[in-house]
Every structure is written in C-alpha cells, then in structure tokens.
C-alpha cells in the first residue's frame, strides 16, 4: 500500500504531535417580538426666568413608544413638573403636560450598540397651575430636544437621558428647558442562548495511508452522516448536535403555514410543509414541538384569538393524522400579540401575519 509522508500544520517543535481544541461559547443574543417600548424619566427644570420661580423645579415624565420605522419612533408622553418659587407656604407652581414626539436614530434603536442618540421634535398641550389661581390657563405649545440610549445593561433595561427646550404660548410665551435620566423598557424581547463551538486545531507531523475516496450519505441532510445520525427524517434548516438529533428551543426556519381570511382550511402547499415535520416527528418519537396559532391584526382581539387557536388546532389534527403521537404536540394561541409585520399596510402584510409555526420545546 502506497504511504505519503504529508506535513500538516507544522507550528511548534518538529516531531510532535499536539491537538488543541477551544472550549465552546455561549453568549446572548436578543430577539424582538414587538416594537413598542416605556419609559419613566426623573428630572430637572429650568423655567424661563419670566416666571418668577427659583432656577430650577423638579419633574417626572412618563412615556410609550412604538418604532413605526428602523429609525423612526413614535412617543405619547406625560409630564408632572413642579417650579419652584422659593417661597414658603405652598406657593409653587404646578405644570402638566401631554404631547406626542416623533424620535429619529441613526441607526435601529434596537441594535446591541453601546450608545444610541438621538433627536426629537413634537407638539404638547399644558395645563398652567399658578398663583395667584386666577392666572390659571391651558396653553399649547412645541418642542425639541436631544438624548442618548445604552445597550441593555441587566436584562432588557436601558438607560435614557434627554434634553428638551419646550414652548409655552402661556400669558406672554415662555422658552422652557428640561433634563432627565431614566429607564427605558423594551417590550416583547426575549433572550436566546447561542453556543459556538470553534473548530479543533491540530498541529502534526504524521505518515498517513493515502486515503480511499467513499461517499458521503447524509439523507436528510443536517450535515451528520447517515453512520453516526441517531435522529434520521430530521426537517430540513434545523440545527442539530454531533449526534443528528435536534437542539430544543429553536424557532423551526421553515416557510410558515398560512391561511385565507377567517379560514382554517389548510391550503395543498402548506400540506408539504406539514408532511415533512410529520416525517421527522414520527422517526424522534421523543421530540415535542409547539404549534402556534397567530393573527392578522385587523377585527376584534377576541376573534382573532380564537381563529389564531383554532388554525393551530386545525394543524395538530394533520400531524395526527400523519402518525404523529399527541404528546409531542402543545397548541397555544397568539392571537395578535406577535406580529411579523406592523402596522399592516396592505393584505400580503396581513397574510404574513396570519400563520401557524412551529418552535421546538423538548427531546
């Protein structure tokens, strides 16, 4: 038999033979199922000094806001200020107000950055509360303002601190300015585990066999060869480990199963999308997925409850079908809480909302 003697990665003293493998690592990543998001701001104000307080008065501000754009967000605010006038007796002045406030970011707020800034412009109506109470009066008026966003500092909570200069049309018009610092809470954002394993580095000098070229099977092609695959008939996309078998917790990356309005007829091409998670259920008998039912967002939210139900239900009773046994399968309703697409603009938005997939919970 022919022998070749081959030189392979030759690092480190000649004649040895080393292996070196890096341990695996897992880090965070972050997934959004909404773009919506509160905040609560403790702060300072600087009242125009025509109003007769003290230079500053403290404040409070809470805030809901909705990312309609990957650097456009949408904030409905509330304001309690407090301006103080130095003097005893319960003589400060009172201001609250409410407006809305359009954010602009350089890039997606939820990006994993260590800072975000970014400007704000917006419309607000105030409610005056002075003394003497005879000068008391509703007033309108605009602002403008400047902040910045930290990465998620423990769990899903940011840090957000803002500047403002505000407008009153009150009695003769007052140019305001604010400070604040709080927190701000992104809504529908969970936490995935992600483990990288990096490959084994080997460092040898060897005399090897030249090697006898054989085909590689791999059936269902998760990258396991049919020798070592413990777990065959495994759906196509699907991370699997060293055995074939596959990781639980992981959204399955298939085409969704999705329906006409207010049907719960599962249409013939979303059948071979369930055929081939049948086949794979029925070969891992131990695998437990979850089927859930989700909806467009337009009727009531009753409704789409109970159709986003009855679809994932209409779904379980095919893999039944297919030989699939009933403790593998948990349905849960979504209803409209965890939309693809929002706002819809139009009905391909909807018919993506308007679907059933599949997460894998257990093996």
Known sequence: MLKTLAALA???TAGSALAQEEAPVTRDRFAYTSNDY?????????????????????NLTVLYGNQVHENVSVEGRFTAAVLETGKRGGSDFYQYSGGVDVTVTPWDRRDERTLTPFALIGLVALAEDVTPNSRDDNAFGGNIGLGVLTAPLLHNLRLRAEGRYTYSSFESGFHDFSVGLGLEIPLGRVREKVTTIPAKIETKIVEIEKPVPRPIIDTDGDTVEDAQDTCPNTPKGVR??????????QLLELRPVTFEPNELK????????LDVIARGLVAQPTLKIEIGGHSDLSGSAVKNK???KARAEAVRTYLLGKGVKPEQLTVVAYGTS???????????????????EFRIVGR
Request: aromatic letters at 0%; proline letters at 6%.
């Open 10 to 12: 030759v690092i480190g």
């Open 240 to 249: 699997v480990d060293a055995a074939g078998c596959v990781l639980a917790g």
């Open 338 to 356: 965890m939309p693809k697409v929002k706002p819809e603009r139009n009905a391909d938005d909807r018919t993506v909302n308007r679907r059933v």
């Open 306 to 308: 109970e159709l986003s």
């Open 38 to 58: 509160v905040s609560i701001l403790g702060g300072v104000a600087l009242p125009d000094s025509g109003r007769g307080t003290a230079t500053v008065g403290g």
């Open 266 to 273: 599962i249409r013939p091409n979303a059948q071979s999308i």
